[in-house]
């Protein structure tokens, strides 16, 4: 069986809210594995923004990371994605 790990994750009901809020039609329904799918995507996007902003607050000698190191990560980021 496949070791889970631990940490923070988002909730079903708040990954079925974000995706409802783009729905054109409000009788679009999402399957719950596309919720659980979503769910990982945004854990890897978030992990990965942090890595990234932590790369680039080191790379300023910077102790601690800042909003501005977040911005400057985002544009390639989002590219990424």
């Known amino acids: 069986m496949e070791a ?3 940490g923070a994750a988002f909730k079903k009901e708040t ?3 974000l995706l409802s809020l783009y ?4 009788k679009t329904k999402v399957s719950s594995d596309a ?4 769910a990982e995507m945004l854990k890897i996007f978030v992990k990965e923004a942090a890595i990234r902003a932590s ?7 910077c102790d601690c990371v800042q909003v501005e190191h ?3 990560i985002l544009p390639q980021l989002l590219l990424d994605f």
């Open 23 to 26: 729905f054109k039609d409000d």
């Open 4 to 6: 889970r790990e631990s």
């Open 15 to 17: 990954v079925f809210k």
């Open 70 to 72: 977040f911005e400057k």
């Open 35 to 38: 919720i659980v799918l979503m």
């Open 55 to 61: 790369k680039q607050a080191h790379t300023e000698d």
